[in-house]
């Protein structure tokens, strides 16, 4: 595997209880081929979805304990953080937004921005995390995608624009239009794994063109070019326009919203083209760390792998093989073997084992490099823990 810290989105996907959150982080497993057949939540079938591998979560259809895995789409790797999206389970959440560097927010098409739509939404902006919005359920019947929009401005504040609009609602929900290269877009086969991109249906063509319009708007705020290319009236490339979103993303200034369904397996495709343009990397994002030993004054770290290393501990997890330690590199590289220091206890830590997880499965690895999460066996630390390369002097 190669690490190009580029090309690494370490993203959470967060949400209201019951907007499909769970069932969305399948159907992203399954077209990023790290499972081979989709689950049911409920686990009507008996296996219950990939990242539920608690009891409790497979009977009820609700995520307790926030998982984390990975996945690969067009040459991005993915870390997925999967966040509870019940209030009783804020703490996790909490833990695990401080590890991401963008995040996917998921709505129901029906039901809206809830109450603990509000919660998380307020959790992200403690963490200034840049998000996109994915608005599911677009099949259900009342789904209204644009109200939705509405509700994103009015309720949580936010610049939320559209990058696409659906096609048909309801039982009608075949697909979507892309109003960045202007195509509509079909999800076919048994599970929408063959994509069919075809002209704008001509019913829909002045929506998607108004649509684009207020797209374009939104998004020459972040861009002289942009803004060069609307005045000379030029074609306005994809990458050109991308470019600007993707500036407004990381500021926090736009919410790009795509649309779907995940349990209809509709527009999961380009939501996770979404993550991979516009999200940001690890070196986006900027990180500081306090220096204990002067006054606290806070140090900026470097996504780099050759620094020295400074890393978070954000989740413990009694498994099958003892404790198990999620651990967020931020600058250096953690490799088998060597020794850390836990900079709370002042104890020195020899590593041992160290593994990437899927769910409840793990692969090991000889080291994680700034940027990336992992998990280590048979440490002794608490939730929260900083480990860094030499003792606090």
């Not at 109450?115 to 902006?125: A, L, N, Y």
């Not at 096609?167 to 202007?182: A, F, K, P, Y």
């Not at 400074?310 to 498994?319: M, N, P, Q, S, Y």
Request: proline share 4%; with cysteine; charged share 25%.
């Amino acid at each position: 595997m190669k690490h190009d810290i580029q090309l690494l989105r370490n993203i959470g996907i967060s949400a209201h209880i019951d907007s499909g959150k769970t069932t969305l982080t399948e159907r992203i497993l399954f077209y990023t081929k790290r499972i081979h057949a989709i689950h049911d939540v409920k686990g009507k079938d008996g296996v219950g979805a990939t990242m539920d591998s608690m009891e409790l979560e497979k009977e009820r259809g609700i995520t307790i304990a926030s998982a984390a895995t990975f996945c690969e789409w067009q040459d991005h790797e993915i870390n997925i953080i999967d966040t509870p999206g019940h209030v009783d389970f804020t703490i996790e959440v909490e833990r695990s937004l401080r590890v991401l560097d963008g995040a996917v927010l998921v709505l129901c098409a029906v039901g809206g921005v809830q109450s603990q739509s509000i919660t998380v939404d307020q959790q992200m902006k403690r963490y200034k995390i840049p998000r996109i919005a994915f608005v599911n359920k677009c099949d259900r019947i009342g789904a209204n995608p644009f109200r939705v929009i509405d509700q994103l401005n009015e309720k949580l504040g936010h610049n939320a624009v559209a990058m696409q609009i659906p096609i048909g609602l309801e039982v009608d929900h075949e697909g979507i239009v892309d109003l960045v290269s202007m195509k509509a877009v079909y999800f076919e086969g048994e599970n929408g794994e063959n994509i069919r991109v075809d002209d704008i249906p001509p019913d829909l063509l002045a929506e998607a063109q108004i649509k684009r319009e207020e797209l374009i708007d939104q998004a020459s705020l972040f861009s002289d070019d942009l803004v060069e290319a609307v005045l000379e009236d030029k074609d306005i490339s994809d990458d050109l326009l991308l470019q600007a979103i993707r500036k407004g993303t990381l500021t926090r200034d736009i919410t790009p919203v795509f649309m779907g369904s995940a349990y209809k397996n509709k527009g999961v495709q380009p939501l996770l083209d979404g993550i991979t343009h516009l999200l940001p990397c690890p070196s986006d994002v900027e990180n500081e760390a306090l220096e204990m030993n002067n006054e606290e004054t806070p140090v900026l770290l470097l996504s780099d792998s050759d620094e020295p290393v400074v890393a978070l501990a954000f989740k413990l997890e009694d498994g099958k093989y003892g404790q198990l330690t999620y651990i967020r590199v931020y600058q250096g590289t953690l490799a088998k073997g060597a020794t850390i220091y836990n900079v709370r206890s002042g104890k020195k830590v020899r590593i041992g084992r160290v593994v990437r997880m899927h769910a409840d499965q793990m692969e090991d690895m000889e080291s994680i490099p700034a940027g990336y999460i992992g998990a280590l066996f048979g440490i002794d630390c608490a939730s929260g823990d900083t480990f860094a390369a030499s003792v606090p002097g």
